[in-house]
Nanobody
Framework: QVQLVESGGGLVQAGGSLRLSCAAS????????MGWFRQAPGKEREFVAA????????YYTDSVKGRFTISRHNAKNTVYLQMNSLKPEDTAVYYC???????????????WGQGTQVTVSS
């Protein structure tokens, strides 16, 4: 079992930055691929970014490439999402997820956090 708790969301003006954190419980954190997803009001949840267990591979959806950076600190059981140059369309609830390596491509994650709200004002 892995429990995930997101933090770092909030209200920011367009062009600003936020760093989301996702703290994981459990001793096997460093064996999981980690992902960030988001869901805006009235829309389906969408993939944002993912990182392999070692941190050696990262993946991003096109709309955030060059603006968002995913990273992880296995000793701290934490994954981060640094978000720069934020846009109003980035407004959503952001969720982190943990899963096996195949989840990097399949998006089939086993564990999910409760989410943290990010609101970007224009």
């Amino acid at each position: 079992q892995v429990q995930l708790v997101e933090s770092g969301g909030g209200l920011v003006q367009a062009g600003g930055s936020l760093r989301l954190s996702c703290a994981a419980s459990g001793r096997t954190f460093n064996s999981y691929a980690m992902g960030w997803f988001r869901q805006a009001p009235g829309k389906e949840r969408e993939f944002v970014a993912a990182i392999s267990w070692s941190g050696g591979s990262t993946y991003y959806t096109d709309s955030v490439k060059g603006r968002f950076t995913i990273s992880r600190h296995n000793a701290k059981n934490t994954v981060y999402l640094q978000m720069n140059s934020l846009k109003p369309e980035d407004t959503a609830v952001y969720y982190c997820a943990a899963g096996p390596s195949r989840a990097l491509l399949s998006y089939e994650y086993d564990y999910w956090g409760q989410g943290t709200q990010v609101t970007v004002s224009s």
